[in-house]
């Protein structure tokens, strides 16, 4: 290899340089090969002066730089063609080190690309930071709003499954509380709102507690004829004394169904101080616990029916004893079933052409079933008080094709009441 150089100077560092300030510089290949390895090799090249190469130092940094452009990794290369730029600029004018060159040229170029690159991408990295911060707080809200709408979407589902099944249940009340009541409602202009039938009147779904949220939110009133003392007052004042006036006075016992209790306390309370020795008969239908002893309530051996199970009758019975409602008064109870109150109704219908409905038809198969059990006989007087009329029930114990629907053996009924058909009732009914 021909290495063409300056003259054969002593090595001299550039001033700068610490070599430079103490004057030394490799003067011999043993000094150079030193100068150019080992600690601050770089900077030792960075500050070395060309001219101070001698041809004997040259032919040896020619082929040491041959031989470590082989072994040499690239970043070390570029290092030292930047830092020893006056000895590259000199070994590239003086030195045929092509095999160097090619190498460090295109590695030169991709570093610089590469370098601004990442100048460019850490600038942005700057200006976006402010706004990555920006929109970690923004997802971090948008996590937070999302949970608590899924908490709110859980909330909703459930009260719309509660709804569903109150609405479901809703519907049953139909089968209870007759579509005659519910239009007549309607026709006065009321809005109607159904309760579940079977709901406890303690329960948050009872019609109980639904009037009293009702007349909150409309700031109404509720009358609430479980505990006005103007429920029994009135029968007091009234019903006694119409009873008093029509009988005259000559009544061994007074037979009266309970739902409230209004009618049974007013009506007793006034009959016994106007007749000394009456005694009274209480009315509740199985499934109800209003009578006394409260064993009575625990269901009926003829029909199955249970305690605190649903029944038809309508108006008579409840599961919890009204305030108006004293059971004191009361010296018999009765207990009734669906069955013989809605076939009683349609005895008294079709032969005393009284149209009255399922809970005056409990009255009087109470009022039956007493007479018969106790041994009423001839010579007494035993009245009965039928709070209602057919007209509620039209669409109920009056209609076959619901009676029907309902599982009771409209046939045998209809037939109880035919005359040819004396004693059918009894037999019918467990007497
Ligand atoms: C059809 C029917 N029968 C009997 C009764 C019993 O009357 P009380 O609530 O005074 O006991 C009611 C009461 O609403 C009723 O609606």
């Not at 370098?115 to 996590?143: F, H, N, P, W």
């Not at 007759?178 to 019609?207: F, Q, Y």
């Amino acid at each position: 290899m021909e290495v063409v150089g300056p003259a054969p100077v002593v090595v001299a560092a550039r001033p700068t340089s610490r070599t430079a300030r103490k004057g030394a510089g490799p003067s011999s290949w043993a000094s150079m090969k030193k100068f150019l390895s080992g600690t601050g090799a770089i900077q030792r090249i960075l500050n070395f002066d060309p001219r101070a190469i001698t041809p004997e130092i040259r032919k040896e940094v020619d082929k040491l730089l041959q031989e470590k452009a082989n072994s040499f990794d690239h970043a070390t290369i570029y290092r030292v063609s930047v830092a020893a730029a006056p000895l590259a600029k000199w070994v590239s004018a003086n030195v045929k080190y092509s095999t160097v060159l090619v190498k460090i040229s295109p590695m030169e170029e991709k570093l610089s690309k590469a370098t601004e690159t990442l100048q460019v991408a850490q600038q942005k990295l700057v200006e976006y930071k402010d706004q990555l911060v920006e929109i970690d707080e923004k997802v971090k809200q948008l996590r937070e709003e999302f949970e608590s709408r899924t908490r709110e979407a859980e909330v909703l589902r459930v009260g719309l499954e509660r709804a569903q099944t109150t609405l479901s249940k809703a519907n049953n009340l139909m089968s209870k509380m007759s579509g005659e009541k519910v239009n007549t409602m309607k026709c006065l202009g009321a809005e109607i709102l159904r309760t579940p039938t079977e709901a406890a009147w303690n329960a948050l779904d009872s019609h109980i507690f639904l009037s009293q949220r009702l007349a909150k939110e409309l700031n109404g009133h509720v009358l609430d004829q479980y505990k006005n003392p103007g429920n029994p007052l009135a029968h007091y004042e009234g019903t006694a004394e119409e009873i008093f006036e029509q009988t005259k006075g000559k009544l061994d016992y007074m037979v009266m169904s309970a739902g409230t209790g209004g009618t049974v306390t007013g009506t007793a309370m006034k009959l016994k101080q106007l007749i000394p020795g009456i005694k009274i008969v209480g009315v509740d239908p199985h499934g109800s616990i209003l009578a006394r002893p409260d064993s009575m309530n625990d269901g009926s051996a003829r029909t199955g029916q249970g305690r605190l199970q649903g029944y038809h009758v309508e108006g008579i019975g409840y599961d919890f004893v009204p305030t108006v409602l004293d059971t004191e008064v009361v010296d018999y109870w009765i207990k009734t079933d669906d069955d013989e109150s809605f076939a009683m109704g349609r005895n008294v219908i079709r032969h005393e052409g009284l149209l009255i409905g399922g809970s005056c038809g409990a009255t009087m198969a109470g009022a039956y079933r007493f007479i018969r059990e106790q041994k009423i006989g001839a010579g007494k007087t035993v009245g009965v008080l039928f709070a209602d009329s057919s007209r509620n029930y039209m669409s109920k114990n009056m209609d076959d094709d619901w009676m029907k629907k309902e599982g009771f053996k409209i046939d045998e009924i209809v037939e109880s009441t035919k005359p040819e058909n004396k004693g059918l009732y009894d037999k019918l009914f467990g007497f």
